[in-house]
């Protein structure tokens, strides 16, 4: 059974940084994508950043240059580090693994951006 657990959401005020992590069991990690998606109050749920099994990345617009993703195999751990955050990065933060047509969720961890 795989298990996505994310850790590392807080409360922070405007300009900080946070640094979250999503360890997997369950699953053989490094042939997985791994991403990390926010849902806002009363918006959809959105993708922040990925990484491919081959450390390829990519972000939203909205992040790029603040945020960066990164991947340890050996720790089965995925790392989203956040720096100059904003208030409207407030959301909950999803980790999500992917592999040939099967994905999985994490349960999600709030960060909340003070101004």
């Known amino acids: 059974q795989v298990q996505l657990v994310e850790s590392g959401g807080g409360l922070v005020q405007a300009g900080g940084s946070l640094r979250l992590s999503c360890v997997a069991s369950g699953t053989i990690f490094s042939a997985n994508a791994m991403g990390w998606y926010r849902q806002a109050p009363g918006k959809q749920r959105e993708l922040v950043a990925y990484?491919?099994?081959?450390?390829?990345?990519n972000y939203a617009d909205t992040v790029k240059g603040r945020f960066t993703i990164s991947r340890d195999n050996a720790k089965n751990t995925v790392f989203l580090q956040m720096n100059s955050l904003r208030p409207d990065d407030t959301a909950v933060y999803y980790c999500?693994?992917?592999?040939?047509?099967?994905?999985?969720w994490g349960q999600g961890t709030q960060v909340t951006v003070s101004s």
């Open positions: 999500k693994s992917w592999r040939l047509g099967t994905e999985y």
């Open positions: 990484i491919t099994s081959g450390d390829n990345r």
